[in-house]
């Protein structure tokens, strides 16, 4: 059974700094797409960032968010700077099978249970 974990949420000002991790069991993801979505109240579940071949980006968080992979402990991390309370949201993690790059929610199979991010102003 493949399960995804997040952690690392929590409640932070402006500014500063998140780093979320994803770990993943049941299922070996080093060949395949992994990314981060969020999903803010009153808001549909957006792209946040992805890594397969290459790292892939939305435009509102590209310039301060980062996400790397490490696959000798299959979990992916995404570090969050610069951080703005727009960014305040449940973050999920998502796998994908096959090293394809795509940022639509219905193209990942496995899915996290999310980790909140709040940010204050």
């Known amino acids: 059974q493949v399960q995804l974990v997040e952690s690392g949420g929590g409640l932070v000002q402006a500014g500063a700094s998140l780093r979320l991790s994803c770990a993943a069991s049941?299922?070996?993801?080093?060949?395949?797409?992994m990314g981060w979505f969020r999903q803010a109240p009153g808001k549909e579940r957006e792209f946040v960032a992805a890594?397969?071949?290459?790292?892939y980006y939305a435009d509102s968080v590209k310039g301060r968010f980062i996400i790397s992979r490490d696959n000798a402990k299959n979990t992916v991390y995404l570090q969050m700077n610069s951080l703005k309370p727009e960014d305040t949201a449940v973050y999920y993690c998502?796998?994908?099978?096959?090293?394809?790059?795509?940022?639509?929610?219905?193209?990942?199979?496995?899915w996290g249970q999310g980790t909140q991010v709040t940010v204050s102003s």
């Open positions: 998502a796998g994908r099978v096959g090293a394809t790059f795509n940022p639509r929610l219905s193209e990942y199979n496995y």
């Open positions: 049941g299922r070996t993801f080093s060949s395949e797409t």
């Open positions: 890594i397969s071949l290459g790292t």
